[in-house]
């Protein structure tokens, strides 16, 4: 069945420093990749999107690469803030029009 | 998230009674999508629906059900609540664009009870 794997324990980081975020897929190849921010207690909020054929997409300090041949998508935020501490979706597009979220990635960026 | 809102936003229940949680968007987008979130498990798709007419099960429709009511309108019922239907529930919704490129915009969140 088509899995998704998130880094299941919190990344703790000093602020200033960057944040790298792993996502692994199995049993699919998608099209379109998309990552979401999650604060507590509210909806996901959608950060980028990435396509199969993008090696890299960047946002102001969001840097999101997609690997098709490891089935693995790092997120990337440089020079991270108190602020970009949330937790972190990542969502592979599944052919029947759906995305498959994972389970999120912890973040917690200390001043 | 005001484009998109649910209601109630914190509910409390007992087993056996039947609810209903609403969802409604001001976006004019074609696509909802009805999601619990459990602790350490993520977002799981319990419904969703391209259209007013039309309606999928998602991985985890058991015990519940949906009404598209207009395209604005998304509704999921619990006919008989039990205790681990307790969860966040979201609504999201999406335009089409074809294959992936749509973003899920998602409502504040419902969280339920069931006691």
């Known amino acids: 069945s088509q899995k998704i794997e998130q880094n299941s324990e919190a990344l703790n980081i000093q602020e200033g420093k960057t944040a790298t975020l792993t996502c692994n897929y199995t049993n699919y190849s998608p099209a379109y990749l998309q990552w979401y921010r999650q604060d507590p207690g509210r909806g996901p909020v959608f950060l980028l999107l990435?396509?199969?054929?993008?090696k890299e997409k960047r946002k102001e300090r969001l840097k999101v690469t997609f690997d098709t041949t490891l089935k693995q998508s790092l997120f990337h935020i440089t020079a991270s803030q108190p602020a970009d501490s949330a937790t972190y979706l990542c969502a592979p597009y599944n052919q029947g029009g759906k995305l498959i979220f994972g389970q999120g990635t912890e973040l917690s960026v200390k001043p | 998230d005001a484009d998109v809102t649910q209601t109630p936003r914190n509910r409390i229940t007992k087993t056996g009674k039947r609810i209903m949680l609403e969802c409604s968007q001001t976006k004019g987008h074609d696509r909802m999508y009805w999601y619990r979130q459990d602790p350490g498990l993520g977002l799981r798709l319990i419904y969703y629906?391209?259209?007013?007419?039309?309606?999928n099960k998602g991985e985890i429709s058991d015990g519940y059900s949906v009404s598209r009511q207009a395209q604005a309108k998304f509704s999921l019922s619990l006919e008989s609540a039990i205790p681990n239907q307790t969860a966040l529930y979201f609504c999201?919704?999406?335009?089409?664009?074809?294959?992936?490129?749509?973003?899920?915009?998602f409502g504040p969140g419902t969280r339920l009870l069931v006691l």
């Open positions: 990435i396509r199969e054929n993008e």
């Open positions: 629906s391209f259209d007013v007419k039309d309606i």
């Open positions: 999201a919704t999406s335009a089409t664009s074809g294959g992936g490129q749509e973003t899920q915009y």
